[in-house]
């Protein structure tokens, strides 16, 4: 008995100690902020400096002697990319890093629902987190400021207000993940030439205005746990190394508690990131050879140089250890948090959200004498055009993905047709580019034709004689100076003589559709002549079960534009002069003279009679709603709370579909310049055919303000406003005079 309880006291002794000693950093009942302290107390300099920049292509090391671990990011935005080797860009070779492609962003913010935007953000995070990363490089929020921009695929489109309404939902979804969204490119990186060094001079009002709104509401709504900064250059300084973009806006207004990776290589200079608010480095180029360091990734930056000038007292010790607290917090809500799911990988669910995201994110832009969808009496449809065939997946750079399946479009209109008894016949047209490489995964695709263009044209035109309709699939692709990363378009126009073999075949065949598969807007010269157009942007996986679903109609399309197509490249302002300093920069210099400018503030200024082929926010359905008149719930507004604007929506046809009721903010008379218009709220209804229902739209004082640089406050001037409804930009049938009865001001940082 006595040796029992000896042995029974020793036990519970030992059980005490170890309790005693398990450190608060291990105890996850502990508050996240408290464990931070803990662990940051019990680092190293040397450690504190390894945790804040790169080891590999993508990861960071962690405190091995702490058990902390290391921290994975991953491209981004549109699924999960393929894993590189450790220190090159070149396949691991793995055999379980295929993904699901989810659609770009672009269709993403053509859904003008946010909704599918958390649908999007939880399932690329579930991606993310059973491949084990816990930072997802993306989204996107760059402002669609030129349609040339090679990177607008990625990005949300022309309006501040839309992509920041979209995108707060999608880190939401990430983050639910225990993985965290890493927001990019923060900020001003709006164009693809000379990215790397390009110094962006811009006004503070349109800054705040335009260009930061969807960063601001991805870390203030969507909470982001991490943000990148770009490539590019503001006032004169490096994004990574710019304090008043880091420190006094990110860090300071928005009280931005997580971590700021650099853009692959964007990093420029020790003091400077060391002190200007940037957390991590990754992708610097260092060569490794004449520093006499042991290896490439002690020469960062933020590495040894960093280490040298702590050591020596020449840079505190305080912003250290602020980067260091951060990178912990993120491990501790991300790879340290034992509460997190698991994840899954291309599941039948992510294939269905991708599908329904695709769905909702096309948009039909014109559709004369009903030729969409495809009517019964349709037997025989000739499919046309080289994005029918091609993999849109692999290309244009970091968001480039290894589908574990793509379902071309025509494969997908195949399939469907099929079951209804239609044929499909195929013609190419045309030879874009057949490369399906980057940078080791290959489409596989053998996309070769030796007909001449003009025997290519003629091939289509005799088949299209023969059918009793016609679906062209073309549009841009993922190589350079197309939709890709690193360049810009160098024209407004369809590459590839796409708009010779479209006048052909509608010359040929009257029934004719076009579908062009881009991120970007572009010339329509044919549009006359063509009854009907449809957007399809690039939509992954299930691209051609996305488009098929909406060409034959069990999918009614509900897509709005998240940017203008102007007829021609000087419809967009940074071009309309064709000033080079505007666009794209001279001598290191780019200038948004345009101010706030920027798609619809544009061309709703300039247009005088029309120079939009489609207007930002236009979409057409299958069937057809009245907006019934709106009733606001008061004629004034202090400014408190929110202000009220009830829609009745009715779907007058005979399909079911959704409508997006759209409210812009005008402000009459103003002692500054002021957009004619600007969208301040928007809803997606679903209704099933001759239901009615009542769309509410919520406005705060947000909605009436502009900011004036010199207070630096948000200022709303009292007087008369008026709020114009309707379905697009260009159709806003509806208008409610409003009183604004007080002037109102608050700083930034009051969200
Ligand atoms: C891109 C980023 C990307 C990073 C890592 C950079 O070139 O600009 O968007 O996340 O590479 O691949």
């Given at each position: 008995?006595?040796?029992?309880?000896?042995v029974?006291?020793?036990?519970?002794?030992?059980?005490?100690?170890m309790m005693?000693?398990?450190?608060?950093?291990?105890?996850?009942s502990?508050?996240?902020?408290?464990?931070?302290?803990?662990?940051?107390?019990r680092?190293?300099?040397a450690?504190?400096?390894?945790v804040?920049?790169?080891?590999?292509k993508?990861?960071?090391?962690?405190?091995p002697?702490?058990?902390?671990?290391?921290?994975?990011?991953?491209?981004?935005?549109?699924g999960?990319?393929?894993?590189?080797l450790?220190?090159?860009?070149?396949?691991?070779?793995?055999?379980n890093?295929s993904?699901?492609?989810?659609?770009?962003?672009?269709?993403?913010?053509?859904?003008?629902?946010p909704d599918?935007?958390?649908?999007?953000?939880?399932?690329?995070?579930?991606e993310?987190?059973?491949?084990?990363?816990?930072?997802?490089l993306?989204?996107?929020?760059?402002?669609?400021?030129?349609?040339?921009?090679?990177?607008?695929f990625?990005?949300?489109?022309?309006?501040?207000?839309l992509?920041?309404v979209?995108?707060a939902?999608?880190?939401?979804?990430?983050?639910?993940?225990g993985?965290?969204?890493?927001?990019?490119?923060y900020a001003?990186?709006?164009?693809?030439?000379?990215?790397?060094?390009?110094?962006v001079?811009?006004?503070d009002?349109t800054l705040?205005?335009?260009?930061?709104?969807g960063?601001k509401?991805?870390?203030?709504e969507?909470?982001?746990?991490?943000?990148?900064?770009?490539?590019?250059?503001y006032?004169?300084?490096?994004?990574?190394?710019?304090?008043?973009l880091?420190?006094?806006?990110?860090?300071?207004?928005w009280?931005?508690?997580?971590?700021?990776?650099?853009?692959?290589?964007a990093?420029?200079?020790?003091?400077k990131?060391?002190?200007n608010?940037?957390?991590?480095?990754?992708?610097?180029?260092?060569?490794g050879?004449?520093?006499?360091?042991?290896?490439?990734?002690?020469?960062?930056?933020l590495?040894?140089?960093?280490?040298?000038?702590?050591n020596?007292?020449?840079l505190?010790?305080?912003?250290?250890?602020?980067?260091a607290?951060?990178?912990?917090?993120?491990i501790?809500?991300?790879?340290?948090n034992?509460?997190?799911?698991y994840?899954?990988?291309?599941?039948?669910?992510?294939?269905?959200?991708?599908?329904?995201?695709?769905?909702?994110?096309?948009?039909?832009?014109?559709?004369?004498?009903?030729?969409?969808?495809?009517?019964?009496?349709?037997?025989?449809i000739?499919?046309?055009?080289?994005?029918?065939?091609?993999?849109?997946?692999?290309g244009?750079?970091?968001?480039?993905?290894?589908?574990?399946?793509?379902?071309?479009?025509?494969?997908g209109?195949?399939?469907?047709?099929?079951?209804?008894?239609?044929?499909i016949?195929?013609?190419?047209?045309?030879?874009?580019?057949?490369?399906?490489?980057?940078?080791?995964?290959?489409?596989?695709?053998?996309?070769?034709?030796?007909?001449?263009?003009?025997?290519l044209?003629?091939?289509?035109?005799?088949?299209a004689?023969?059918?009793?309709?016609?679906?062209?699939?073309?549009?841009?692709?993922k190589?350079?100076?197309?939709?890709?990363?690193g360049?810009d378009?160098?024209?407004?126009?369809?590459?590839?003589g796409?708009?010779k073999?479209?006048?052909a075949?509608?010359?040929?065949?009257?029934?004719t559709?076009v579908?062009?598969?881009?991120?970007?807007?572009?010339?329509m010269?044919w549009?006359d002549?063509?009854?009907?157009?449809?957007?399809?942007?690039?939509?992954?996986?299930?691209?051609g079960?996305?488009?098929?679903?909406v060409?034959?109609?069990?999918?009614?399309?509900s897509?709005?534009?998240p940017?203008?197509?102007?007829?021609?490249?000087?419809?967009?302002?940074?071009?309309?002069?064709?000033?080079?300093?505007?666009y794209?920069?001279?001598?290191?210099d780019?200038?948004?003279?345009?101010?706030?400018d920027v798609g619809?503030?544009y061309?709703?200024?300039?247009?005088?009679?029309?120079?939009v082929?489609f207007?930002?926010?236009?979409?057409?359905?299958?069937?057809?709603?009245?907006?019934?008149?709106?009733?606001?719930?008061a004629?004034?507004?202090?400014?408190?709370?929110t202000?009220?604007?009830?829609?009745p929506v009715?779907?007058?046809?005979d399909?079911?579909?959704?409508?997006?009721v759209?409210?812009?903010?005008?402000?009459?008379?103003?002692?500054?310049?002021?957009?004619?218009?600007e969208l301040?709220?928007?809803?997606k209804v679903?209704?099933a055919?001759?239901?009615?229902k009542?769309?509410?739209?919520?406005?705060?004082k947000?909605?009436f303000?502009f900011?004036?640089?010199?207070?630096?406050?948000?200022?709303v001037?009292?007087?008369?406003?008026?709020?114009?409804?309707?379905?697009?930009?260009a159709?806003l049938?509806a208008?409610l005079?409003?009183?604004?009865?007080?002037?109102?001001?608050?700083?930034?940082?009051?969200?």
């Amino acid at each position: 008995m006595k040796k029992f309880l000896f042995v029974l006291s020793t036990l519970v002794c030992a059980l005490g100690a170890m309790m005693a000693e398990t450190p608060v950093y291990l105890d996850d009942s502990k508050p996240v902020e408290e464990r931070v302290e803990d662990a940051l107390s019990r680092m190293t300099t040397a450690e504190k400096i390894a945790v804040i920049h790169a080891q590999s292509k993508f990861s960071s090391p962690g405190v091995p002697r702490l058990g902390i671990p290391e921290v994975w990011c991953t491209d981004g935005p549109h699924g999960i990319r393929p894993d590189v080797l450790w220190d090159k860009w070149k396949q691991a070779g793995a055999t379980n890093d295929s993904c699901v492609a989810f659609p770009a962003l672009t269709c993403l913010a053509a859904t003008w629902n946010p909704d599918m935007a958390l649908l999007y953000g939880q399932s690329i995070g579930e991606e993310a987190r059973y491949r084990n990363k816990n930072v997802l490089l993306g989204p996107g929020v760059n402002i669609y400021r030129t349609p040339l921009n090679g990177r607008n695929f990625e990005y949300m489109g022309e309006d501040p207000f839309l992509t920041s309404v979209m995108v707060a939902p999608y880190v939401r979804g990430v983050q639910k993940n225990g993985v965290a969204a890493c927001v990019k490119h923060y900020a001003l990186n709006n164009q693809e030439v000379y990215r790397d060094h390009v110094n962006v001079l811009v006004d503070d009002r349109t800054l705040h205005e335009i260009y930061l709104p969807g960063f601001k509401s991805a870390v203030t709504e969507g909470g982001a746990w991490a943000i990148m900064p770009a490539y590019n250059k503001y006032n004169g300084d490096h994004a990574c190394e710019n304090a008043p973009l880091l420190l006094d806006i990110l860090k300071g207004d928005w009280a931005f508690d997580g971590v700021a990776i650099s853009d692959w290589g964007a990093a420029h200079n020790t003091e400077k990131v060391a002190t200007n608010g940037l957390d991590m480095e990754f992708g610097t180029w260092t060569n490794g050879l004449n520093w006499g360091a042991s290896n490439a990734y002690d020469n960062y930056y933020l590495a040894k140089p960093y280490e040298k000038l702590i050591n020596e007292g020449k840079l505190p010790m305080k912003d250290l250890d602020d980067k260091a607290r951060r990178v912990l917090r993120l491990i501790f809500r991300t790879e340290m948090n034992r509460n997190r799911p698991y994840g899954s990988l291309n599941s039948d669910e992510h294939y269905a959200a991708a599908r329904r995201i695709g769905g909702e994110g096309i948009v039909l832009l014109k559709n004369d004498k009903n030729l969409l969808p495809v009517a019964p009496g349709v037997r025989k449809i000739l499919v046309v055009g080289e994005n029918a065939i091609k993999m849109l997946t692999v290309g244009g750079g970091s968001s480039s993905l290894k589908v574990q399946r793509e379902t071309l479009p025509l494969d997908g209109l195949r399939a469907k047709a099929a079951d209804k008894g239609v044929e499909i016949v195929y013609e190419r047209g045309y030879v874009g580019d057949i490369n399906g490489e980057y940078t080791g995964v290959t489409t596989g695709q053998d996309l070769k034709d030796s007909r001449s263009a003009d025997q290519l044209i003629a091939d289509a035109v005799k088949a299209a004689k023969e059918a009793d309709m016609v679906i062209f699939i073309g549009g841009l692709n993922k190589s350079k100076h197309q939709d890709a990363e690193g360049s810009d378009r160098t024209d407004f126009a369809l590459p590839y003589g796409q708009d010779k073999v479209i006048e052909a075949l509608v010359h040929a065949n009257p029934n004719t559709a076009v579908v062009t598969l881009t991120g970007n807007a572009y010339a329509m010269p044919w549009l006359d002549k063509v009854p009907a157009v449809v957007q399809g942007w690039y939509i992954g996986s299930e691209a051609g079960n996305a488009i098929a679903d909406v060409i034959f109609g069990d999918v009614n399309p509900s897509g709005k534009l998240p940017m203008t197509f102007a007829k021609k490249l000087t419809d967009y302002a940074p071009h309309a002069r064709g000033d080079s300093l505007v666009y794209p920069g001279v001598n290191g210099d780019v200038r948004y003279n345009e101010g706030l400018d920027v798609g619809y503030r544009y061309t709703d200024k300039a247009r005088k009679g029309g120079n939009v082929n489609f207007a930002f926010g236009h979409g057409l359905s299958y069937t057809t709603f009245r907006l019934g008149a709106p009733v606001a719930s008061a004629k004034e507004y202090d400014g408190e709370g929110t202000f009220t604007i009830t829609v009745p929506v009715t779907n007058t046809g005979d399909r079911a579909g959704a409508e997006v009721v759209q409210a812009y903010v005008r402000d009459l008379k103003s002692s500054v310049y002021r957009p004619l218009k600007e969208l301040k709220a928007f809803r997606k209804v679903h209704l099933a055919p001759g239901e009615t229902k009542d769309v509410i739209l919520q406005l705060d004082k947000r909605a009436f303000a502009f900011y004036d640089p010199a207070t630096k406050l948000w200022t709303v001037e009292p007087g008369k406003f008026e709020i114009l409804i309707g379905t697009s930009s260009a159709n806003l049938p509806a208008k409610l005079p409003l009183h604004l009865t007080r002037p109102l001001t608050w700083p930034d940082s009051a969200h």
